[in-house]
């Protein structure tokens, strides 16, 4: 067993003096009997074997080969599927051999089998779509997740998921490296998954309008409108879980004009000024009644300061990015699914649920309507008959919201939803002092 043990280190010695000898005389050139693609480079410089490959190169490259998919096969060259030959990384594998990795790998040099290298290769992706759409193999597509879509009698219906394709790169690389010419390459796919299945997708049972809700607005205002569509948008498919919280600024995300959002009015502190992202209060108010009617519970909600005209007093629900959020919670056990629809003049938005789900009647009630104070400014130098209205007035509000909730057409317990108090906006009229009105003095 020592001799064994002592012959075996022995053979080690000698290999790694041949090797460190092999090394120095060929100091500058490649190990000896090293190949590349079955053409020999060992004993020459790294020029030298540059020029050697680049002259082997179109062999490799241009050679003819023929693909299998299924039943069909065409022909083709690598060069067209995009393969190209990278020399710079060939000649360092081939200059690499005996100098670097650890003992055992250097020791490999000895081994005939492990100096025969390919070459490597790259592959442009886009050279290859491009052959395999010419060859007739349309194949290469990324999965798409089954889906939801409205019928004409709005009724929910499922979209089939499908599958995406992906040659195997790796697979395919090798096959092209190694094949010979007229050789047939089964092209390597790898199947990939949607991410949402049609079996998931048809277990979170879809099938009604839970709640809807439409709003009115003027499609002539049309930075606001573009606002209302552009915010309504990303509302729109939204999914809501058992459990879930829905909040309006996190899917939303900032009203900027980086983010496409215009100027147009706003409410703030009481009065109607310009601000980005105008008209995006109807959106989140209009969600706000699609929640109710749909049963779910509201978690965040501020109304205005002043009452709009868009819903009944009570039902609005403003919005601040980073201040205000509008905050939806789904108690329920069952999916929820939000469409959201902008036509002509009306923002829709309706949550789709099971048959089983909740469902709320909303009633608004009002419990007092407070008139506007008249507010006179005189104006010095002003005829006593010139008035000019600077402001209409507007009433404001006290006003609770009861829901009546109902399960599977059956009325079930009530709630109060809120009590609201909208300050009236004041009426501001300019009016002239009149020369009547101004005292002279004369001097003694």
């Not at 790294?46 to 080969?65: G, Q, S, T, V, Y």
């Not at 790259?122 to 349309?138: I, P, S």
């Amino acid at each position: 067993m020592v001799r064994w043990k002592l012959a075996a280190f022995l053979i080690i010695m000698l290999g790694v003096a041949s090797l460190a000898e092999m090394v120095i005389f060929f100091s500058g050139r490649i190990i000896p009997g090293v190949t590349v693609c079955g053409r020999p480079v060992g004993g020459m410089t790294p020029d030298a074997a540059r020029l050697k490959i680049m002259e082997m190169a179109p062999e490799i490259l241009d050679r003819e080969i023929k693909l299998r998919l299924g039943d069909r096969v065409v022909t083709t060259t690598p060069r067209n599927l995009g393969m190209k030959v990278n020399i710079d990384a060939t000649i360092s594998r081939a200059w690499a051999m005996g100098r670097t990795g650890n003992l055992k790998q250097r020791l490999a040099v000895f081994i005939p089998d492990r100096r025969r290298l390919e070459a490597v290769y790259e592959w442009e992706q886009e050279d290859f779509q491009v052959e395999l759409k010419r060859l007739g193999f349309d194949i290469l597509r990324e999965p798409e997740d089954a889906r939801l879509e409205i019928d004409d009698k709005g009724k929910p219906y499922l979209i089939p998921a499908r599958d995406g394709w992906q040659v195997d790169n790796a697979t395919f690389l090798r096959c092209l490296g190694e094949k010979y010419s007229g050789e047939v390459i089964d092209i390597p796919l790898n199947r990939l998954e949607p991410r949402l299945t049609s079996a998931a997708l048809a277990a979170r049972r879809i099938e009604k309008a839970a709640g809807t809700f439409t709003t009115i607005f003027n499609p002539a205002d049309t930075t606001r409108t573009h606002n209302i569509r552009l915010a309504s948008g990303t509302l729109d498919n939204t999914w809501l879980p058992p459990g879930g919280v829905l909040s309006f600024n996190e899917v939303v995300g900032p009203r900027t004009v980086e983010r496409g959002y215009q100027e147009a009015l706003v409410i703030e502190e009481g009065n109607y000024v310009s601000g980005i992202g105008g008209g995006v209060c109807q959106v989140s108010s209009t969600l706000y009644n699609a929640a109710l009617a749909a049963g779910l519970t509201i978690v965040e909600r501020q109304p205005h300061g002043l009452a709009v005209d868009y819903v009944p007093p009570g039902r609005d629900a403003t919005v601040v990015y980073g201040l205000i959020d509008l905050k939806i919670r789904n108690d329920t056990p069952f999916w929820y699914w939000l469409k959201s629809r902008v036509d002509n003049n009306k923002l829709t938005m309706t949550f789709y649920a099971s048959g089983e789900a909740p469902v709320a009647e909303v009633v608004s009630q009002l419990i007092e309507k407070i008139l506007p104070a008249e507010e006179v400014e005189i104006v010095p130098g002003w005829p006593s008959d010139r008035v000019e209205v600077e402001q209409e007035g507007k009433p404001g509000f006290r006003a609770r919201v009861i829901r009546i909730f109902y399960q599977q057409g059956k009325e079930g317990w009530r709630e109060v939803v809120s009590q609201d108090l909208y300050p009236p906006l004041p009426r501001i009229v300019r009016r002239g002092q009149g020369e009547e009105s101004v005292v002279h003095s004369a001097g003694s």
